[in-house]
Structures are given as C-alpha cells and as structure tokens.
C-alpha cells in the first residue's frame, strides 16, 4: 500500500510558479495512477490532473490548461506538479492521490476511485 507524503507548498506571489512533489514512503508508486485535486476556502473539491502509472498518459483541468506540468520519476517513486502564472484564485489545499491500476496507460479523474491520499499541502498565492 502506498503511504503519500507531499511537500512543494508555500506562499507564491501572483503570476509566480510552484512544484508540488508527492512521494511514497512505500516505493511502490511507480505502479499507481496518480491524481491531483485541491479544495479552496468555501468550495467543493476540484480536479486538477492526472498521471497514469506508466507517466505516458497526463490530463489536466480545463481551466487549467497551458499553467500545469504534471510529470512522475518512478525510480525515485515521486510525482510533481509544476504549477506556473499562479493566480490568487489558485489559492487552495492541494492534495494527490494514488490508485492501483489494472494497466499502466489508466488516467483516473474521479476522487472516489483512489483509495490512498497525501496529508495536503497548502499552497497560497498573495502578494
């Protein structure tokens, strides 16, 4: 079982970049399909993209689009998320998920299928 530990957020001003790392202590990342959703102040969950557990298949939000990398180093059981041109409505608690996969090209978008989650990671954009 995979045991998520993030690390990346912090205070970034407007228009800055930031990289989100979620690693497993387990080291057996490299077989889940991970996602990313954040949940800002008074608003639901969201869905900010997906990596399967290959690192061939990544999607991101729409809204997000063209601001987001989202990229994985098995060898080192870490994936990142590289957040850039921040704005203060990216203002959230930031958190990934991992879940096993019956293949390693599977992007998973839904929170309800993953079963193992990071502690969250605050990330605040301000001035």
């Known amino acids: 079982q995979v045991q998520l530990v993030e690390s990346g957020g912090g205070l970034v001003q407007p228009g800055g970049s930031l990289r989100l790392s979620c690693a497993d202590t387990?080291?057996?990342?490299?077989?889940?399909?991970v996602g990313w959703f954040r949940r800002a102040p008074g608003k639901e969950r969201e869905f900010v993209a997906a990596?399967?557990?290959?690192?061939?298949?990544?999607i991101s939000a729409t809204s997000l689009k063209g601001r987001l990398t989202d990229n994985r180093d098995n060898a080192k059981n870490t994936v990142y998320l590289q957040m850039n041109k921040l704005t203060p409505e990216d203002t959230a608690v930031y958190s990934c998920?991992?879940?096993?996969?019956?293949?390693?090209?599977?992007?998973?978008?839904?929170?309800?299928?993953?079963?193992?989650w990071g502690q969250g990671n605050q990330v605040t954009v301000a001035s």
């Open positions: 387990g080291r057996t990342l490299s077989t889940y399909a």
């Open positions: 998920a991992a879940a096993s996969t019956t293949s390693p090209l599977i992007l998973i978008m839904e929170p309800r299928e993953y079963d193992s």
């Open positions: 990596i399967s557990g290959s690192g061939t298949n990544i």
